[in-house]
């Protein structure tokens, strides 16, 4: 049947409003904060047939919030003053005042954040993998030298341009570029609330300010209020940008090309941003990453007075958009589809829970139904918006979605699972954690992330996989964190050593993508294979998603191929990777670490 829009009652959802602040007590290290956050925008845009936005009318209404309550209605408290490491609250991972600091941690991260401030974002603000020739010695001695040192000009340490050393970025993606955000934005939270030194809190609001305006490019380049582009690249730097791009219509009107790709480059369609071309066929896996950097740097700067007020209310209006897209039932009588600027849904598009592969076939698809539940509850977070509110609790209530996906997830596959849907569920039950502020659904969740974590007669269990990320979502839900107030409870203790453990192994920056082989040829053919840890461990043949070699138990992260992002490669397969010119982000790393700094103790 159709799903049915509005109407729904949002009692037991939880509602946040804006708040105006004294500014005065929230400056750190010496800047001036912007004006207060005192507004709310919202836009009323209209289209024409090609999809460009043609009109938009700007509305400003006050906040309706009180001077002295954050977005829970709490008494707002200010950051302690910058330089003190004056704070009482504890992050799942310990921060710099507490005796358990991981300093060893700390410092492996810092050299990916110098990565991905002084390298990977310079086109967008935003993160991308990047790529030096592996004769080009000097660039690259320079890149290693320039991670280890303490500066954050490349330029300035190295004497070397960027543009001179570095011969691709590729694009911006939203499962990669929108957690980076994330982690962006969790780092400057961390930071911020926790005293930390002065200069350090400046540079990362800095780059959250830099990655705001790249989010808003997402939906922006595409041209239509609430469609978002699967990755897009900026002109005046090399390597994506140069990708031919393909008009949306063709000269008789048809959506070009007439079968539908996962991925065409178009030229700018908002008429505002020539300098960006971007990806059509936005898929569900670069959607969730996407929602969940708007989500996160929503929460981090929603009540803070240094952010400016125009870009907050911009990223808000930007959020309520894409939900009302969600919202809107289609030809195929669904809702839940993400649709392109020539009206048509992307190739990979689908989140409603009877949807599976792009067919409607009456099922319960729970991968599905966690996506859609984190996802409208981050960005109904966000909006703040009575009808996207309603809309919400009409997918956890009437439909159960949440409920759904603790009965029947279709995820796990064996040998073959696709290790990306699990990625893609676990950040749909992490948004719905943080974000879904609903006893009956939370308790759903519950359920649903330990079936996720141990799925019931697996032979490739998460909960043994060395997947940081998960685990630390796992330890989440089971302390009960949400962006509402107080942490509930305690983390799962198991999982969160986990997690721990796996950020502890992390390559180190700068991460080129080396080959690495695990199992030569007559290991393959044996089946049996010693790892380079010294593991011995059965050798199953090609029969892994997209036929890649994989052995029987989880290979340790510390000997992986290399992977731009970890937590959807498959942790089964030993070998991989490539011929060492690419050098990857840290956005796997960077994420999961700053996300267990963020997330408060009970």
């Not at 921060?95 to 991981?102: F, Q, T």
């Not at 099922?363 to 409208?376: D, P, R, S, T, W």
């Not at 180190?508 to 461990?537: K, M, S, Y």
């Amino acid at each position: 049947m159709p799903a049915r829009r509005g109407g729904a009652d949002d009692a037991g959802m939880r509602k946040t409003w804006g708040v105006v602040l004294a500014v005065g007590t929230w400056a750190c290290g010496g800047s001036d904060p912007s004006a207060s956050a005192d507004t709310t925008t919202s836009a009323d845009t209209t289209t024409s047939g090609t999809g460009a936005s043609t009109t938009t009318e700007t509305t400003t209404t006050e906040s309706t919030g009180g001077a002295d309550e954050s977005s829970t209605g709490d008494p707002l408290e200010p950051p302690p003053a910058c330089g003190s490491l004056d704070y009482a609250w504890h992050g799942l991972l310990a921060g710099p005042g507490e005796p358990e600091y991981d300093d060893a941690l700390a410092t492996a991260v810092l050299r990916h954040e110098r990565v991905h401030v002084g390298l990977t974002t310079l086109p967008s603000g935003l993160a991308t993998d990047i790529q030096i020739a592996a004769a080009d010695e000097t660039a690259r001695a320079a890149v290693d030298a320039f991670v280890a040192g303490e500066g954050w000009d490349f330029e300035a340490r190295s004497g070397i341009a960027p543009r001179d050393a570095i011969g691709t970025w590729q694009k911006a993606t939203g499962a990669f570029a929108g957690v980076a955000a994330a982690a962006d934005a969790y780092r400057y939270g961390t930071l911020r609330d926790q005293g930390d030194a002065c200069e350090e809190i400046d540079r990362a609001r800095v780059q959250l300010e830099r990655a705001l305006e790249g989010l808003h490019l997402s939906t922006a380049l595409t041209g239509v209020p609430g469609l978002v582009v699967r990755a897009f690249a900026h002109r005046d730097w090399p390597g994506a940008s140069a990708s031919p791009t393909t008009p949306i219509f063709d000269e008789n009107g048809d959506p070009n090309p007439l079968e539908k790709t996962n991925g065409t480059w178009r030229e700018d369609n908002s008429g505002a941003h020539p300098e960006y071309v971007w990806e059509d066929s936005c898929s569900r896996d670069q959607l969730i990453g996407w929602v969940a950097g708007y989500a996160a740097v929503w929460e981090v700067v929603r009540d803070d007075p240094t952010i400016d007020a125009a870009l907050k209310a911009r990223l808000q209006e930007d959020a309520r958009q894409v939900a009302l897209q969600l919202m809107t039932v289609r030809p195929s009588g669904y809702d839940l589809e993400i649709w392109d600027p020539e009206g048509r849904p992307t190739l990979h598009g689908y989140l409603h829970e009877n949807n599976l592969e792009g067919s409607y076939l009456g099922i319960l698809n729970g991968q599905h139904a966690i996506m859609a539940a984190g996802i409208v509850a981050a960005l109904a977070h966000i909006a703040e918006d009575p009808e996207i509110d309603a809309y919400l609790v009409e997918l956890v209530e009437d439909r159960n979605l949440v409920g759904i996906a603790a009965d029947s997830l279709l995820v796990d596959f064996g040998a073959a699972t696709n290790w990306s849907n699990y990625n893609m569920a676990f950040t749909g039950a992490w948004l719905a954690s943080r974000y879904l502020d609903h006893a009956d659904a939370r308790a759903d969740l519950v359920r649903a992330a330990d079936r996720l974590y141990e799925y019931p007669g697996s032979s490739t269990p998460v909960a043994a996989s060395g997947q940081a990320l998960f685990d630390l979502v796992v330890a989440i839900v089971a302390a009960d964190a949400s962006a509402f107030g107080e942490t509930l409870g305690e983390p799962d203790a198991d999982a969160l050593a986990r997690a721990i453990a796996g950020m502890q192994a992390f390559p180190t920056a700068p991460a080129w993508n080396f080959a690495r082989e695990n199992c030569d040829a007559a290991e393959i053919a044996a089946e049996l294979c010693t790892l380079a840890d010294g593991t011995v461990v059965d050798v199953l043949g090609e029969v892994g998603h997209d036929d890649v070699l994989v052995v029987a138990d989880a290979v340790p992260l510390a000997i992986r191929p290399p992977s731009n992002f970890y937590w959807r490669s498959n942790p089964y397969a030993p070998n991989g990777g490539g011929d060492g010119t690419a050098l990857y982000s840290g956005a796997d790393l960077r994420f999961a670490y700053w996300l267990a700094r963020f997330t408060r103790r009970g």
